[in-house]
């Protein structure tokens, strides 16, 4: 018996999910579903984002949502942080780490924060400045790593080239965000590889959207490569702006499904994630994109329909293949 | 430069997807879709089924279909045919292949086809001693190989068996089939290992659905495995009959899409499915589960937004990441 690999599975719905949705999410619905997700084995709950109310009122609630939540040992809270007015904030709810966000690509940068990257690296340098003095955890995720949407293929270098400003800064790990779903395999594969060659000590998170379907194919050459971190969203939550009707993040029971049927330890209860994300729809007023919350998981078995029911009523009866 | 690995891509829309439409799709323009996929650089299109017009009706003018359809030189031309009635009106309408259908589960094909495996294995042994003594290719497709929605797991050694006593008739292919979308990559992997080893000589094709969303990542375990050759349906048209709203067959333009984009040949012309594919809708009366459709080919480049437009009219401004 071999031991199975430990994978880390860091749930993002509730501020990537959430910050996309019209519909606000009460607060004490947020924190309840917060502390559902802390009993489902996550090695790291994105919890909120600290940004201006005005520029994302989804989540306008964050020191209330998490001074809310019960803290469960050994998960990581982390929380989205734009500017040092956000990390205070962030710091006086005593979060774990803080997550600064920033696009390797200098159009969707601007679009996205409305400032150029340098400006973005000098905010964020000036954040990594203020909570370096403190025990609290820094991870920078970069946007746009595996191409941009208005620019397109961003060369693997120039990606590894803002890992390393962040490494010098002191940021303890790294997210290369495949933002807008433009990540393929080979690509995936060859710039993880190029990513724990070059930064052995940075902690290492894949984050896929499964916008063109290739999400948990993406899943599979990162581990190739050697990747064991991933960020996912229950239910798939989280949108494709640019692409009404198009699926976002990956899709949290779906990622952990396919993990867990090819021998790793997620550490994730599907059970209770699946149960989890039934909640959704209630909370954002819409369907989600998950099949496996349709279709359930592979070994959910059903029974045979009776002998003599009319093609209709035979629920596999389709002659297909 | 080393050559880029060619695949073989068969088209089964019009037959897979096709049957389990509601709506019938009217002659002609069956006609004209199949003559548009004729141009797309398929290695195989799945063109109607000889069953009886009283179990699918949705394909009752498969003979009009195959006589009005413009044949193109090296693309194989193949038809499902259930018994030895339909093989003689598919040998009738000088089709290039046939493809006969049961599951490797009792279950299923007691359900699928209202008769014993047993039973099914006669039939079909019947239409191969018809159409051997002629040119005609056979093709057999194995449902449930990688799992049975009433059963479960089923061995692979019981798949190997049921292709051996097919090998042993003289059949020239082997259509593995994840019917319900139950098939994970690593069982694929050690699958497709174990067939390709046992039966060299046989054309293997493998058929993924993507109910669980896994469809491109048991794509990647198959080719790892020295697959060639794979079933897809333009639009992911082809529903999953026992779970509404679930996604079936797997989608020609997103496999297409990833499998270009990983380096391999697979002679499909993407733009053109993808154009062929926006007919789908008005033929069938709703959307279709693409993705690729909604969101576009990767690098097809979206403009920047105006500096000044306004959040909701920013399309990528999400702070997300």
Redesign the interface.
């Known amino acids: 018996m071999t031991e199975k690999k430990r994978l880390y599975i860091q749930e ?1 719905a509730t501020r ?1 999910g959430f ?2 949705e019209k519909q606000f999410v009460d607060t004490d619905a947020k924190i309840s579903l917060i502390d559902e997700l802390s009993e489902c084995g996550y090695a790291k709950i994105e919890v909120t ?1 600290f ?1 201006s109310p005005k ?2 009122p989804a989540l306008r609630d964050a020191e209330a949502v998490m001074h809310g939540i019960v803290r469960k040992e050994g998960i990581v809270y982390t929380v ?1 942080v ?1 500017n040092v007015r956000g990390a205070e904030r962030a710091l006086s709810c005593g979060v774990d780490e803080v ?1 600064l ?1 920033m696009s390797v690509s200098e ?2 940068n ?5 400032m150029s990257r340098e400006q973005s690296f000098a905010q964020l340098r000036d954040v990594v400045n203020v909570v370096k003095s403190t025990p609290v955890a820094i991870n920078v ?1 970069l ?1 746009t790593s595996m ?1 941009c ?5 961003i060369p693997a270098g120039h990606v590894l080239d803002w890992m390393q400003r962040f490494a010098d800064l002191g940021a303890h790990g790294v ?1 290369l ?1 495949d ?4 990540a ?4 995936v594969g060859e710039l993880c590889r190029l990513a724990r060659e070059r930064f052995p000590a940075l902690e290492l998170t894949l ?1 896929f959207h ?8 993406n ?3 990162a581990l190739d490569a050697g990747v064991d971190r991933f960020d996912s969203s229950l239910g798939g939550l ?10 976002g993040n990956v ?1 949290t029971e ?1 990622l952990v ?2 993990l867990e ?3 790793y330890d997620t550490h994730v209860d599907l059970q209770r994630a699946l149960s989890a994300s039934t909640r959704l729809p209630a909370l954002i007023g819409h369907d989600v994109p998950s ?2 919350l ?6 959910d ?5 009776p ?1 003599d029911a009319v ?1 209709e009523q ?8």
Do not use: W
């Open positions: 993002v990537d910050q996309n984002s940004t520029a994302i989205l734009p997550n966000v159009s969707h601007r679009t996205n924060l409305r995720s946007s191409g949407p208005m620019e397109g293929d997210t965000c933002t807008t779903g433009m393929y395999p080979a690509q984050h499964n916008t063109r379907g290739m999400a948990l194919a899943t599979l050459a989280g949108g494709c702006p640019y692409a009404p009707g198009a699926t899709c779906e499904h396919m049927l090819n021998g099949q496996l349709k279709a359930g998981r592979r070994l078995l059903h029974p045979m329909p002998a093609p035979r629920a596999f009866a389709n002659e297909g293949s």
